[in-house]
């Protein structure tokens, strides 16, 4: 095999890791500052964004340690096989890579997957290389996620953990059947556990310490896991369902919906085209109300059934309950609040603050909010009713964001 430079294998491992989701960058639209004109370029190599645990958005160096894998997983790119290019980084070359990007203030941390080389044992021995390596000998505080192999052993998972700020184990597909058909040396119960084993470990090692007890070392403070939709024939339904089950079980932080890609030469069992990205984008909506606004993933789309890509989850549940609406703003409770469409988090908090002093008019509301378009047929206020345009029949079409029709 050729030797390649390390500017080639950073363009083959960072390409091939931007399948997996972890980014809240990944729908942007790429352009690029070439010939030295414009700022803001998001094609540089393998960097890409995420939330840290604290919210803040970081910029991550994001590569595959290989894009070798033994498995034949028919949904992937890297399967062994694929006809891509293929390189190997060793462990020495992320970690100067990592700090010489990290010295350069280009990023400030690392995430790290790997395809599967040799064994299970052998790919995670290797990750962990890189993280205790960073850690250790070169005192690194970024922030290092990584991406844990399934069937690694529990020792190498919890010694992962205690280098990495967050962990994560990829479930893939949202059915077990599917996972047994397209990735058939995948082990949906095996996936379920080293979860589950994960899931005790953060709870046991970030747990507070009695007084007079020495402080363990630090852990990862949280898992994740990513779900690729489109690429059998599960409905968002039946993925909040997975998702919704996966938050309970495991207690995770995040899980990342990433669209199916077609790949070259792929197997007959997959779709040729890929799903629309605003399937994802909905799913992600429907995620944050089940995490965030207290909705049961019931009430968001029932299993065996999609979600309306015309409009948000909230408000498509709040057309079909108009009987629960208007609402007003200067008596309803916070969970009522939450469900109004137009009114995030947010907004909510300061809408209770703010009518602790007056009774709010729309503007005020506008004004605390941001914006009341989409609040103000499900609102009232001090000066506002929507009378019948709450019922009326032209409501769902006045909501649906407009489209650029196409030029072809
Ligand atoms: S194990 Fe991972 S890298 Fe290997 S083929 Fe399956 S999904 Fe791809």
Redesign the pocket.
Known sequence: MAVLDLKRKLAILSDAAKYDASCASSGAQKRDSLGGKGVGSTEGMGICHAYAPDGRCISLLKILLTNF?I???AY?I??VSSNVARARFTVKEVVDLTLNFYKRNYIEGLFLSS??IRTGDYTMEEMVRVAKSLRLDHDFRGYIHLKLIPEASPELAAEAGLYADRVSINV?LPGDESLAIL?PEKDAAGIKKAMGRMRLHIEDRNAPVKAGRAKPRKFATGQSTQLIVGADAAKDGDILARSAALYGSYQLKRVYYSAFSPIPDGSARLPVIRPPLVREHRLYQADWLMRFYGFGQGEIVAPGEDLDLTVDPKTAWALRHRGDFPVDVNTADRETLLRTPGLGARGVDRILQARAQTRLTLDDVKRVCGSVKRAKPFIVTADWTPGAATDGEGLRASLVAPQQLSLF
């Open positions: 894998c498995y034949d997983c992937c890297n399967r395809g599967v893939e990735a």
